[in-house]
């Protein structure tokens, strides 16, 4: 994704993005690109949390918002599991995500300096 949206972007192709929960790891699971996540990608994500708990932000919100935010995205598909999912989806994409929690995230190393951050970051 870090190169294929920004050629998007370049060449004026918009996106949409499934996925943006990778397979589940970012929404409480434990899978990653549709098999058991490996424990780098695990330690990641337990990383991410910590600093998700410090600003009282979900991850799950933040991985929508984060996947909405490139101006090359158009949509995002969030692949609902069941029926109740689709409410939890659409409260991720209300609950405010403060800027300072985009700005840990870039200082800790979690989030690329480059990475184009959801309005108002």
């Not at 949409?16 to 990608?41: C, K, M, R």
């Not at 609902?80 to 840990?104: K, N």
Request: hydrophobic share 45%.
């Amino acid at each position: 994704m870090q190169r294929l949206l920004p050629a998007a972007r370049e060449q004026g192709v918009d996106m949409v993005v499934g996925d943006p929960y990778s397979s589940g790891v970012l929404a409480g699971g434990t899978h990653f690109e549709y098999q058991p996540a490996p424990a780098h990608i695990l330690e990641t994500v337990r990383r991410i949390r910590e600093v998700a708990e410090r600003h009282g932000v979900s991850v799950k919100a933040a991985a929508l918002q984060f996947a909405l935010a490139h101006p090359a995205t158009a949509a995002a598909i969030p692949g609902a599991t069941r029926p109740s999912r689709i409410a939890e989806d659409l409260g991720a994409l209300r609950e405010e995500v403060p800027a300072a929690f985009w700005y840990d995230l870039r200082e800790t190393g979690l989030l690329d300096p480059a990475a184009p951050l959801p309005a108002g970051a």
